[in-house]
């Protein structure tokens, strides 16, 4: 039972990521994929630059799919090897998911370069880029804190007494999920520096503001998987401190600290709703681009 | 946005391309002091130039004071607009005293002059 659920969850996950890769060899797919690209960053898709943009999105989707099939491949594995039960099990499998997705979409940044075959006019930035160029504070700062409390907070799991009700939840599934939010966080920050370091050969402004528009949503996706499984570990690992604490003061300190939690997700879910961070590397690296469309 | 353009068609030198465009950032405040620079190579990546043209320019520039390579840190905008003024105000008058010393006269010196700005 531990292992089937979490095997149902894989063929589920490997279907849908097998149809989106067929999905990608449909011409009409690709471009709605690139208009939709184009509507999200606030850019004009101009016809000299759709198929370039559109080449790009669909190497990110196809290397990105295989990364995430090998990620959820490896996480199925460890889930038959070991005996993990049901939420390390399920939660391995997502986080190879996820990782394997942050891979080949680092991946596919590195490998896309288009050069122009003759020389001609090229334009570049005058100044050096970061992470932070393209990543909204509000989604990188907390991502790094998060993983960096999901890695304190996981040890706390082992202080549980081995007979307490919760331990099977938690053991070990949270220490397991701060190691893949940590390894995932490895893969935003070495991947992602990765791709910013990579040369952006570029004719007009349009073209790097493109380029620019790649990178940043290449980087949000890569985003993705610390942050999820850095929040998913410092749910569990909080259960777990808590029961180390005496039951009255436990209640206490559920009553309070869950509200907050809450109210804290959705406030960072409606910032980031309402301030469009998909365009945040238009407001800050491209201002004269940037119009509230 | 501070963007650099060069033009392998045009009659300026790549590096002086460079050279003109990044000085004239710094001294219309586009770049501020402290910004750092791309890397030599991501620049000559970006631009299709060889890496020893962005060194020549990053180089000048750093001898005229207006940039400073921080070892391995990488490469810095020095000093605002005023200060690159008054360094290129120092380094005239130190080269018209030298060469009156030399006993050059000025349309010489001006023609060695113009013949190092062409190098």
Do not use: C, K
Not at chain 1, 131 to 153: F, G, K, M, Q
Not at chain 2, 40 to 46: C, K, N, P, S
């Amino acid at each position: 039972m531990d292992v089937v659920i979490p095997l149902v969850f894989v063929g589920v996950l490997a279907a849908v990521v097998l149809v989106f890769l067929a999905l990608t060899l449909v011409p009409a797919f690709r471009a709605r994929q690139s208009r939709s690209l184009a509507r999200a960053v606030g850019l004009e898709l101009d016809p000299s630059i759709a198929a370039r943009v559109e080449r790009r999105l669909t190497l990110r989707a196809r290397l990105g799919a295989v990364g995430a099939l090998i990620g959820l491949a490896a996480g199925t594995a460890l889930v038959l090897v070991g005996d993990l039960g049901f939420n390390a099990g399920a939660w391995l499998v997502n986080g190879g998911f996820f990782i394997g997705l942050g891979i080949g979409v680092s991946a596919s940044s590195l490998v896309a370069l288009d050069r122009p075959s003759e020389p001609t006019v090229r334009v570049a930035r005058s100044r050096d880029i970061t992470l932070s160029d393209y990543l909204a504070p509000h989604e990188l700062i907390p991502t790094r804190i998060l993983v960096v409390v999901a890695a304190a907070l996981a040890p706390a799991v082992w202080l549980v007494p081995r007979d307490a009700v919760v331990l099977p939840a938690l053991f070990p599934a949270a220490p397991l999920v701060a190691l893949l939010a940590v390894g995932a966080a490895v893969v935003l920050e070495v991947g992602g520096r990765a791709v910013i370091a990579r040369p952006a050969p570029a004719q007009t402004a349009e073209q790097l503001a493109w380029e620019d528009a790649l990178r940043a949503t290449a980087l949000r996706q890569m985003l993705t998987a610390p942050l999820t499984l850095a929040g998913v570990s410092i749910i569990w690992s909080g259960f777990g401190a808590l029961t180390l604490l005496p039951p009255s003061v436990g209640q206490i300190v559920l009553g309070i600290t869950m509200p907050v939690l809450m109210t804290g997700l959705i406030v960072v879910a409606v910032l980031s709703i309402v301030s469009r961070p998909q365009r945040y590397f238009l407001r800050h690296l491209w201002p004269d681009l940037a119009s509230p469309r | 946005m501070t963007l650099l353009t060069i033009d392998p068609g045009s009659a300026t030198p790549p590096y002086e391309q460079l050279r003109a465009q990044v000085l004239a950032q710094i001294q219309s405040g586009e770049l501020s002091a402290g910004v750092r620079l791309p890397t030599v190579r991501r620049l000559a990546d970006d631009l299709g130039l060889a890496p020893n043209t962005v060194a020549r320019t990053y180089r000048e520039l750093e001898q005229a004071g207006v940039v400073e390579t921080r070892g391995r840190n990488g490469t810095f905008v020095a000093l605002s607009p005023d200060a690159a003024a008054r360094g290129a105000q120092e380094a005239a008058v130190a080269f018209v005293a030298r060469l009156r010393a030399l006993g050059i006269p000025e349309t010489e010196a001006r023609d060695y002059l113009d013949a190092a700005w062409q190098s």
